[in-house]
């Protein structure tokens, strides 16, 4: 067996160039990727971290703010309930004094309405009476009474001052007044009493006579800005507002 040194000069010589080779553009290369990982993975984590820390850091304050979020809604629910308590206070107050002002605006207008009706019964009360006594005293004779009546307006004419009278006529212009009764008086009644009346009221004023039976009985004089009534008529009316007006105590 022959060795040839030229064979293996150039294996050694093409196994060097090879390896060269490989450091060259393989090794090398590889070795630049892996360094360049190597750093970026280095970098990564020192990232991860800062990113770690980063998130602790976010997830204290997001606890802390949660707490404070917390007490917050705790407050907010102690304040609502005060709020909520205070109304309730409020709307019973006002309710209460809602129901006390209906209460007492009912029993006014039950006080309002017994009154009525009390005064419409003793309006229907006195009518009734008055009609009564209407009835009755048309059944009776009148010429006594207008004759009394006519007394009693004499002595009441008697009775005024002058300046009293003057005002009844309306002097100083001559002055119409007009007696009416119940029933009507004689020819020689009305002459007697127009002379009487007109010594009372002066010569000037022109006195006529009327008959009304509304009257019932008695005498009423009318003058231009009064009128003096003598009359059961008048008398009733009279009664029946005293009926009506004074309400009889509890």
């Known amino acids: 067996m022959t060795f040839d040194w030229w064979t293996l000069a150039l294996q050694a010589i093409n196994f060097l ?29 020192t990232e991860a971290d800062k990113c770690r820390l980063a998130a602790e850091e976010v997830a204290v304050q997001c606890q802390a703010r949660l707490d404070e979020v917390d007490e917050e809604r705790r407050a907010t629910l102690r304040d609502t309930r005060a709020r909520i308590e205070d109304e309730r206070r409020r709307v019973l107050v006002e309710a209460r004094r809602e129901a006390d002002d209906l209460v007492a605006e009912a ?15 003793r309006d ?14 048309a059944r009776t004779s009148h010429l006594a009474v207008t004759e009394a009546a006519l007394e009693r ?12 009278v003057r005002r009844l006529v309306g002097a100083p212009a001559k002055a119409a007044v007009t007696v009416t009764t119940a029933p009507a008086l004689s020819p020689d009644g009305e002459r007697e009493w127009r002379q009487r009346l007109a010594r009372r009221l002066g010569g000037e004023v022109t006195i006529a006579f009327a008959a009304d039976e509304d009257l019932i009985a008695g005498a009423r004089i009318g003058f231009p800005f009064a009128t003096l009534d003598f ?6 009316a009279a009664t029946k507002d005293v009926l009506v007006e004074h309400e009889p105590a509890a």
Do not use: C
Request: hydrophobic letters at 55%; charged letters at 20%; proline letters at 1%.
């Open 17 to 45: 160039i090879l390896v060269w080779i490989l450091h060259r553009f393989l090794y090398k290369p590889v070795t630049n990727v892996i360094e360049r990982r190597r750093q970026e993975i280095e970098a990564a984590q």
């Open 107 to 121: 029993r006014k207008q039950i006080a309002a309405e017994r009154a009525d009706a009390l005064a419409a019964l």
């Open 124 to 137: 229907n009360a006195a009518s009734l009476a008055v009609t009564l006594s209407e009835s009755l005293l």
């Open 153 to 164: 307006l004499d002595g009441h004419l008697a009775a005024m001052t002058a300046e009293e």
């Open 231 to 236: 009359s059961w008529q008048g008398a009733l």
